[in-house]
């Protein structure tokens, strides 16, 4: 999960213009973490995030896609081949849903039954 990630460097959140190669080849490769928050993977047609190259990505380096559906987006088979670590968006989904269970039952969820059913 996530919160068990130890990140060496200080977190920073970048904002670039894709068309800026040398800006995102040098950020990306230099990033421990990359989270897509983008729609970008949902479709397989839709390839990489703009801007992104599979060889901007390396061992060490973590990628969590939100996206859930489908569970390896193009990103997440870029980082498999990379030997990255990755996650896809489908635990976030499963505790925002135990959450809202929750706020609307005042009951705990039953999250490993949720597990179940949505994978």
Same mark, same amino acid.
């Given at each position: 999960?996530?919160?068990?990630?130890?990140?060496?460097?200080?977190v920073k959140s970048l904002?670039?213009?894709?068309?800026?190669?040398? $800006?995102?080849?040098r950020n990306v490769?230099?990033?421990?973490?990359?989270?897509n928050a983008t729609p970008v +993977?949902?479709?397989?047609?839709? +390839?990489?995030?703009? +801007?992104?190259?599979e060889d901007y990505l390396h061992t060490g380096q973590y990628i969590y896609d939100l996206i859930y559906?489908?569970?390896v987006t193009p990103l997440?088979? $870029?980082?498999?081949?990379?030997? $990255?670590e990755f996650q896809n968006g489908l635990n976030m989904l499963i505790l925002q +849903?135990?959450? $809202?269970?929750k706020l609307w039952t005042g009951k705990n969820p039953p999250i490993e039954v949720m597990k179940e059913v949505i994978t």
């Open positions: 999960m996530i919160s068990n990630i130890q990140l060496k460097k200080k904002s670039y213009s894709p068309s800026d190669e040398e $800006a995102v080849e490769k230099e990033a421990e973490l990359i989270i +993977g949902m479709n397989k047609e839709d +390839g990489l995030p703009p +801007g992104l190259k559906s489908p569970q997440l088979e $870029a980082a498999r081949k990379k030997n $990255a +849903g135990a959450e $809202a269970f």
